[in-house]
């Protein structure tokens, strides 16, 4: 009868049992919730970086597309941070930086400028001589225009980002 007593015991299991594989659980739950939750934090660091890489070139690539049908230099601001093209087809047009780090690009001066990238720490355009080794103040005597954009990334390793590019003004 003891026996039967014994095993009827044994047939579930304690409240002790219970606690502790709860907290097994609990743990391994904890320890896989972290490792996703880093994954997470840095795919989206990773994504973030990427996605300015990718507006950079963007910027520079829409930049030298355009440019290469310019007939010639109208004007480059001060600060360099704005350029006026003329296009062979007559219109004009333009490129700028404004305070806020957005870049916008206008058709013609008719039109409203329109946004071709946000958070741009720099943009700076310079023009060159024929050569491409002097550089020009007169935008009548520019032939080469070099543009640099600068962004900031979330890594700290290097978190300026620069693309620069040059590009020929046909005006022959």
């Known amino acids: 009868m003891a026996n039967k007593l014994r095993n009827r015991r044994r047939n579930g299991i304690s409240l002790l049992e219970m606690v ?3 907290t097994m659980i609990t743990t391994i739950m904890m320890g896989m ?8 934090q840095t795919w989206e660091v990773v994504d973030r970086d990427h996605a300015v890489e990718r507006q950079l070139g963007s910027l520079v690539r ?3 597309r355009e440019s290469r049908e310019a ?10 941070d704005q ?3 003329l296009m062979n087809d007559g219109t004009i047009r333009t490129w700028r930086r404004n305070g806020d ?21 720099d ?5 060159y001589d024929a050569a491409g080794v002097q550089l ?3 935008p009548n005597d520019m032939q080469l225009i070099g543009v640099v954009a600068k962004a900031r990334q979330d890594r700290s390793s290097d978190p300026l980002l620069e693309q620069e590019c040059k590009v020929w003004i046909r005006s022959w």
Do not use: C, Y
Not at 33 to 40: E, I, P, Q
Not at 114 to 120: G, P, S
Not at 123 to 127: N, P, R, S
């Open 20 to 22: 502790v594989a709860g």
């Open 62 to 64: 829409h930049f030298v």
């Open 136 to 138: 020009e103040s007169e």
């Open 83 to 85: 350029i006026s093209l």
């Open 123 to 127: 943009l700076e355009f310079t023009g």
């Open 33 to 40: 919730a972290l490792v996703f939750r880093t994954s997470g």
């Open 101 to 121: 780090g957005e870049v916008q690009f206008q058709l013609n001066h008719d039109v409203a400028f329109q946004t071709l990238a946000d958070d741009i720490e």
């Open 71 to 80: 007939a010639a230099v109208v004007s480059i601001s001060s600060r360099r």
